[in-house]
């Protein structure tokens, strides 16, 4: 069956521009993740929503990141203000529901400010 | 910060097992190990996990030490595809089960 997907695969934005990045996970998993992962190092967590709402964004760096997802499905990742150290992969992972069940990760989305 | 301690590179050689190890030596009774790897450019991808006990599927083997504090991911017949980036987490059975990655093993299979 279909993996998660996320759009666009690769964004060039100004400094000072704002973006969004889409996810849209496997059909019927509730949870869903977002990381953040910077060149040589390992995925860092952004935010987790289980169905509707974000369970934890603790990850979130500061207030200029917000992610949304209305319906329990869709998810977008919105950055305003975009800065260069923003630039880095960002991954969506969704998971079948709220527990220690493994993550399937999207190819991500690789985000460069000029 | 992981809770995770791997070695940062390794290499083995076409055919020969692979065994990466990690240590976690802080890990909790309830407590899961996972391991995911990641191929340059694409998302990590899902290896096998485990609690207490032993475990292998079609991909690998994991051995996990009686007290817990470190375990070894086997790939019995490394292949040139295996080259990849190795990742051990440590997941609570509680929270958000949101992943920590430390920087990973890169191991590279040698023809």
């Known amino acids: 069956g279909a993996g998660v997907s996320q759009t666009p695969s690769n964004k060039v934005t100004e400094k000072g521009k704002y973006v969004e990045l889409r996810c849209d996970p496997i059909?019927?998993?509730?949870?869903l993740y977002w990381y953040r992962q910077s060149l040589g190092q390992g995925p860092e967590f952004l935010i987790y929503?289980?169905?509707?709402?974000?369970?934890?964004d603790s990850g979130l760096p500061n207030d200029r990141f917000f992610a949304v997802r209305p319906e329990g499905s869709v998810s977008t990742l919105k950055i305003q203000r975009t800065e260069r150290g923003d630039s880095a992969v960002y991954l969506c992972?969704?998971?079948?529901?709220?527990?220690?069940?493994?993550?399937?990760f999207g190819p991500g989305t690789r985000l460069t400010v000029t | 910060d992981a809770k995770t301690t791997q070695p940062t590179s390794m290499d083995c050689a076409e055919g020969r097992a692979a065994n990466l190890p990690c240590n976690h030596s802080?890990?909790?009774?309830?407590?899961?190990v996972y391991w995911y790897r990641q191929i340059h450019s694409q998302g990590p991808q899902y290896i096998i996990h485990?609690?207490?006990n032993n475990e292998t599927n079609e991909m690998a083997s994991l051995i996990i030490t009686e007290d817990r504090k470190s375990s070894t991911l086997i790939l019995p017949h490394a292949t040139l595809r295996d080259t990849a980036v190795y990742y051990c987490?440590?997941?609570?059975?509680?929270?958000?089960?949101?992943?920590?990655f430390g920087t990973g093993t890169r191991l590279k299979v040698l023809a």
């Open positions: 802080t890990i909790s009774g309830n407590e899961y």
């Open positions: 929503f289980q169905g509707t709402g974000a369970a934890d």
């Open positions: 485990g609690l207490k």
């Open positions: 992972a969704s998971s079948l529901m709220q527990g220690p069940y493994e993550q399937y």
């Open positions: 059909s019927g998993h509730t949870a």
């Open positions: 987490i440590v997941i609570t059975t509680s929270g958000t089960y949101k992943y920590i």
